[in-house]
Each structure stands twice: as C-alpha cells, then as structure tokens.
C-alpha cells in the first residue's frame, strides 16, 4: 500500500482514489510466484482425509520448529467472500443437535456482515446480516465493514470488526453483542474500541486465548491509508471481551520484498513444538503479489519473528491471492486453515472489484 497507499488496499478499498495507479506495479513483481509454496486445488467435495504434508518448506528461524504444511485445498463457497472466519458450533452450544458451522466475511455490497450457515462445511445458506445497525461513531455504510471475528464470552458472543469511523473518517475496530452466534449484533459503544488515527486507523481484528484462559486482540494499523508505516498489534481483552487493558504491542512489521510494504489480516494458532504461529497476508490484494507468510511468538505478546523470506501461501493460476488466512477446528477434531482467492487473476484492479474471491479450505497436516 505504498507508495499509492490505496491502490494497495485490498477490495474493500474501492471508494478510495489512485487504485490504477499502483496496479501497475503487479507486472514487475507478478514472476515471483512461480518460486513459492504452492497449494492444490480441488473440487468442491465432501470434506474429506489430509493428504500428505508438502515438501519445499523453507527452514524456520524458530530452533527446532518446522513450518506449518497443509493438505490439498477445497473450493466450498463462491458467493465474494473476503476475510473470512469460520466459527465451529459443536452439539448443544445454542440448541443446536449436531455440529454446524457459521461463515461471517467482509461486506459485499449488500450487508455489513455477510452470514452463511453450514453442516458439513461445503453447502452454505446464507442467512441475514450478523452486523444490520453500525454503532452511532461509524459512517452508516454497508460498503465499508471488514475483516469480522466472533467469539463466545460466558452466554453471549461477540463480535470484532473495522468500519470508518465519522469523526476521522478512517478504519477503526468496534464489537457487537449477541445471544446467538448469528445475531443480530447489537454495538451500543459511543467510541471504537481501538482507532489508532495517528497511523491511519485499524483494520482486521483477530481473537487469541493463551494457555492461561488470558485473550488478546490482534490487529493491522491501516497505515497504508496515510503513508505511515505498518505493524500488526495485540492487546489483552477485559474478562467480558468489550474493552481493551494495558497498552497495544507491535509485533511485526512489512521489512520483506513479498510483502511491498503491506502486513495485515492478523491470526495466530499455538504451534505443536510450543510457542505460536503467526498467519498474516502481505502483498497487492488483487494479484498474484498477496500472499500469507508465516512467523513464530513465543507467547501471544511476542516478540515474532518471521520464518523464512518467502510467503507460506502463494498464488496458482487458479488461486490468486490466497489471503484473510485464519483456522478453526471441525466437530471431529480436525484443523483447518481457510482464506479467500480469486479463481483467475483479474485484470486490475476494477476487475477485482467486480470478481468474487471464492472461499478454500485446507486441513493443516502439521504445526
């Protein structure tokens, strides 16, 4: 998102000015995916058993850590979506008699918060908006919602996400309540929960438990909107999920040629050898240059290091951009990684605007 901050933007930043400009930029870098980590893509299908973990990873600079690998892929919704969190309901939780799965992803145009449901993880029906009311601090906008997570907190859920906010008229984060995991979501705050406007607002919040029960907030400064450098954030939560205690801590910066001056959408899951992965996206949204890359925390606070000088994550001529990277747990046990690509590459970047970013779903075979 620099030097024409915008244009780097992903999707979501359509109403901005200078997009066309740094689309230029995706010719001189487009050859370096050939070099990368590639990931298989399959047909949309019953979810079913990992395949073998992939070779070519590079070496990590954690001592003793190899890098995550995942299985092949699968394509298992095409409705656009963007930054997408899937949450794992198991029997019992809400009333429910079996395990399900709730999809909430970055706006489309049409709601705030996009909200699918699924039994199997592979047929989605959509359901109504999670997010229908933004807060009375935000731009009433539906084209203007990004990056959504939620979580339990004792009987209600919560849920995190970025919106413009009407008096800096940047990205900040707010949080919503509800008794059911698909709301509505209800967000009475009369200011954001994070909005660093000095470094260009906040984007993508993501929600990490160590192993004490203690929760933290992750997150990406919106530099790019301001020419200010970029860093993902963590800061503990209060016991109720709704506000933020202590002070925010940087944990990475955008210091890799891959990355062109970009880290963002933010989510950690705890490594099988001890410490924490850090999955983060980096690179030009609407190009083959966006990519997930990888580092290591020895606690959620940090310090990370990145692990290789190359994404973990890159494009495939049918799986371009593969980014909004997060993982859950199915209703038997198994870890998946999900993320959104586009099914070709588009054009530039007004024909992103007009593609949908399908959603995949591999199983990590290690971590």
Known sequence: MQPSGDARNRRRRWRRLA?????????????????RLRHDVAPAAAVGSASAPRSGSPTP????????????????ETDDVGDPFVLTLPAGVDGRSHTSYVLYWTTDWNSNVPTAVSSDLVHWRRVADSLPVLPSWAVPSTTMTWGPTVRRVGTS???????????????????????????PFTDTSTAPLVCQTAIGGDIDPSVVTDGSGVSSLLWKNDGNANGTPVSIWQQPLAGDGLSVT???????????????????????????????????????WQSN??????????????????????????????AVSPGGFDTFVDGQGKLWASYSAFPDAPADARAAMAENRVLEISPIVSH
Do not use: N
């Open 246 to 284: 202590g002070s925010p801590t940087p944990l990475l910066g955008a210091d890799q040629a891959w990355e062109h001056g970009i880290v963002e959408g933010p989510a950690m899951l705890a490594a099988e050898k001890g410490g924490w992965w850090l999955f983060y996206s980096g690179g030009t």
């Open 61 to 76: 600079q954690a001592p003793g850590l190899g890098l995550p690998t995942l299985g092949s892929s699968q394509v298992v």
């Open 289 to 318: 240059t966006y990519d997930t890359g990888v580092a290591w925390c020895p606690t959620t606070a940090g310090p990370c290091q990145k692990t290789a000088d190359a994404p973990l994550l890159a494009s495939t001529p049918t």
């Open 157 to 183: 859920w919560v849920l995190y996400y970025s919106t413009q906010d009407a008096a800096s008229r940047l990205e900040c984060l707010g949080r919503a309540t509800a008794t059911t995991p698909t709301g």
């Open 19 to 35: 997009f066309a400009v740094a689309v230029l930029t995706v010719v001189a870098v487009a050859s370096l995916g050939a070099t």
